[in-house]
């Protein structure tokens, strides 16, 4: 089965700096990926979606990249502020093939610390 | 809008007893799910629903039921609970088309089942 891993369970960096954090994925081929942030005690808001044709996304100082290759996307804060500390999902279609019907499959996640 | 909207926010039960966690959203949306969320496991899906009348199992299904009978409401029902089902739960919904990609997920029921 499908198997997806955000390798740092935490990332802590100081302000102003770029945060960069990993999501694998093994066992199949999306059709696209997408990137959550969730706050403590609050459900999680979509910031972008990526699909398999595409390199690169950008919104503001967000940026996302998926290599098909390597199964493998990464998602950059550049300019990095404290309200950025959140905890960051990475997630997939439950199901290889473009139609998903929003089912999906999460990593763990990656709490991010950006420190004044 | 409200947007997606879940009651209640916090829910004890003792093993073996039954309730239902409520959802809702007003955007019309045609597809919602459960999700579960337990640390350090990510999210998993419980049910989904493509419309009303039409529900299908997700990943971790056993011990919860649904069922939709409107667009707006999704309830998910634990018939008997288990300390397994200990767990924040999720609801969310999205749109129909190939752009419509965003999930818009509630607020979360925390359940503690004793």
């Known amino acids: 089965s499908q198997k997806i891993e955000q390798n740092s369970e935490a990332l802590n960096i100081q302000e102003g700096k770029t945060a960069t954090l990993t999501c694998n994925y093994t066992?199949?081929?999306?059709?696209?990926l997408q990137w959550y942030r969730q706050d403590p005690g609050r459900g999680p808001v979509f910031l972008l979606l990526?699909?398999?044709?595409?390199k690169e996304k950008r919104k503001e100082r967000l940026k996302v990249t998926f290599d098909t290759t390597l199964k493998q996307s990464l998602f950059h804060i550049t300019a990095s502020q404290p309200a950025d500390s959140a905890t960051y999902l990475c997630?997939?279609?439950?199901?290889?093939?473009?139609?998903?019907?929003?089912?999906?499959?999460f990593g763990q996640g990656t709490i991010l610390t950006v420190h004044p | 809008n409200a947007g997606v909207t879940q009651t209640p926010k916090f829910q004890v039960l003792k093993t073996g007893q039954s309730m239902t966690l409520q959802c809702a959203q007003d955007?019309?949306?045609?597809?919602m799910s459960w999700y579960r969320q337990d640390p350090g496991m990510g999210l998993r899906l419980i049910h989904y629903?493509?419309?009303?009348?039409?529900?299908d199992q997700g990943e971790v299904p056993n011990g919860y039921n649904v069922s939709r009978s409107t667009t707006e409401d999704f309830p998910l029902r634990l018939l008997s609970a288990a300390p397994s089902q200990t767990s924040v739960y999720f609801c969310?919904?999205?749109?129909?088309?190939?752009?419509?990609?965003?999930?818009?997920f509630g607020p979360g029921t925390r359940l503690t089942v004793l």
């Open positions: 969310a919904s999205r749109n129909t088309g190939p752009k419509a990609d965003t999930q818009y």
């Open positions: 066992n199949y081929s999306p059709a696209y």
């Open positions: 990526i699909r398999e044709n595409e």
């Open positions: 997630a997939l279609p439950l199901n290889a093939g473009g139609t998903s019907y929003g089912k999906l499959t």
């Open positions: 955007m019309n949306h045609e597809y």
């Open positions: 629903s493509v419309g009303a009348g039409i529900t």
